[in-house]
């Protein structure tokens, strides 16, 4: 059964950061693709980021460009999220998914982030 | 960039198709077959329902179907069930190794 759990969420004063990881079984790991993907309360998903296989090709939404970095570890089947520079704006439950470069197949349960001043 | 527009609410009867729109423009939709739509019920994690414009990954019943017209890709659930009621998201390739979604649809069951 493919799994996707996310950790390392929480409350975060405005400015700062925070890891997120995503831990993966059930699945080749290193053969998909990898997403983050966040919902505000109450609001739409928005797209954040992805990664290749290799970890070795990243993009990100306009949003977040400069501020989050996406990261892999085949070794552990864990993705990763550091996200610098924290505003009100990025709080938000961010999930994470595994796929292709243009799909999420499987998802994970999410973990909130919450930044206040 | 923007969101992709859908209709904020459609509702439909047990039985009936119902079908959400999802409009985009030549960047996106109209530019790319990558176009999947994904289900989400209240508390849970969204669900992929259709990818790559038309395709239905394994599991997903044969009465949910995605097309696209132009710059607006469509889903449709025909015989319609309760346990449709949920929200649905459009999601599409939008140039520049990037994604967008939809804002969202809620599907109100009668």
């Known amino acids: 059964e493919v799994q996707l759990v996310e950790s390392g969420g929480g409350l975060v004063q405005t400015g700062g950061s925070l890891r997120l990881s995503c831990a993966a079984s059930?699945?080749?790991?290193?053969?998909?693709?990898l997403h983050w993907v966040r919902q505000a309360p109450g609001k739409g998903l928005v797209w954040v980021s992805r990664i290749n296989t290799d970890g070795n090709d990243a993009s990100y939404a306009d949003s977040v460009r400069g501020r989050f970095t996406i990261s892999r570890d085949n070794a552990k089947n864990t993705l990763y999220l550091q996200m610098n520079s924290l505003r009100a704006e990025d709080t938000a439950v961010y999930y994470c998914?595994?796929?292709?470069?243009?799909?999420?197949?499987?998802w994970g349960q999410g973990t909130l982030v919450t930044v206040s001043s | 960039q923007s969101a992709l527009t859908q209709p904020r609410s459609v509702s439909g009867s047990p039985g009936q198709s119902v079908t959400i729109s999802c409009i985009g423009t030549?960047?996106?939709?109209?530019?790319?077959?990558?176009v999947s739509w994904y289900q989400q019920h209240p508390g849970k994690a969204p669900k992929l329902m259709i990818y790559?414009?038309?395709k239905r990954p394994s599991g997903v019943p044969d009465r949910f179907s995605g097309s696209r017209s132009g710059n607006t890709a469509s889903l449709t659930i025909s015989g319609l069930q309760a346990e449709d009621e949920a929200d649905y998201y459009c999601c599409s390739y939008a140039g520049s190794y990037t994604l967008i979604f939809g804002g969202g649809t809620k599907l109100t069951v009668l």
């Open positions: 998914a595994s796929g292709m470069p243009t799909t999420q197949d499987y």
């Open positions: 030549s960047s996106d939709i109209g530019g790319y077959n990558y």
């Open positions: 059930g699945f080749t790991f290193r053969s998909y693709w």
């Open positions: 790559d414009v038309t």
